[in-house]
């Protein structure tokens, strides 16, 4: 089965750091672009990051400088490290496959449209 599995969640106080990882099995992910999106209760899906086949990179305003997303084909395996973490960050965080291979910005946020595998979701909660 093809499929998506995220790890690394979990609760940490604020200002603290969190690597998810995001591996793949039944298919290879160096052609594909790879999206990180989260979904807090009451909130609407986010576009956090993404990074493309080709290494081009994309952050929500609101993580730059904090987060940094990675790829690794060789392991077939994306992360996404996360930093000096916020209460607003907690959230459940989803990786994504885009067979487009490029990460497709719409007005300025990432779109979910084109990413056909989508992980189960890893908790992230920052909280003291």
């Known amino acids: 089965q093809l499929q998506l599995v995220e790890s690394g969640g979990g609760l940490v106080q604020p200002g603290g750091s969190l690597r998810l990882s995001c591996a793949a099995s039944g298919f290879t992910l160096d052609h594909y672009a790879i999206g990180w999106f989260r979904q807090a209760p009451g909130k609407e899906r986010e576009g956090v990051s993404c990074i493309s086949n080709g290494g081009s990179t994309y952050y929500v305003d609101s993580v730059k400088g904090r987060f940094t997303i990675s790829r690794d084909n060789a392991k077939n395996t994306v992360y996404l490290q996360m930093n000096s973490l916020k209460p607003e960050d907690t959230a459940v965080y989803y990786c994504?496959?885009?067979?487009?291979?490029?990460?497709?910005?719409?007005?300025?946020?990432?779109?979910?449209?084109?990413?056909?595998?989508w992980g189960q979701g890893t908790q992230v909660t920052v909280s003291s």
């Open positions: 994504a496959a885009s067979p487009r291979g490029l990460c497709l910005i719409f007005l300025n946020h990432l779109s979910s449209r084109d990413y056909a595998y």
